[in-house]
């Protein structure tokens, strides 16, 4: 079992940049690939990005790459999404997310989901 906490969501204005976190418990959490999905009321949900158990590979959806900066920290059971250059569009409830699989993330719901933070980004 892997139970994911997210931290750092906010408002912040349009060009701002904000790091969450998103922290894991499970002694398994090293063995896991990990991401980040987010959602808008009246839209699906979007994969953004994801992480390999190793740091080794990353994958960006095509909206946020180059702004935004995925890494973990193993020894910490912690995972960072750095967000800079944001705009209203990145506006939406931010979910941590882990999966034995990185080969097939964002083409399915991964496994475990944590409760979401908020990002709210002003005009």
């Excluded at 931290?7 to 894991?24: D, E, I, P, Y």
């Excluded at 158990?53 to 960006?60: I, L």
Aim: aromatic letters at 14%.
């Amino acid at each position: 079992q892997v139970q994911l906490v997210e931290f750092g969501g906010g408002l912040v204005q349009a060009g701002g940049s904000l790091r969450l976190s998103c922290v894991a418990s499970g002694r398994t959490f090293g063995t896991y690939a990990m991401g980040w999905f987010r959602r808008t009321p009246g839209k699906e949900r979007e994969f953004v990005a994801s992480i390999s158990w190793s740091s080794v590979s990353t994958n960006y959806a095509d909206s946020v790459r180059g702004r935004f900066t995925i890494s973990r920290d193993n020894a910490q059971n912690t995972m960072y999404l750095q967000m800079n250059s944001l705009n209203p569009e990145d506006t939406a409830v931010y979910y941590c997310t882990a999966d034995p699989s990185f080969r097939t993330y964002g083409l399915g719901d991964p496994q475990y989901w944590g409760q979401g933070t908020q990002v709210t980004v002003s005009s």
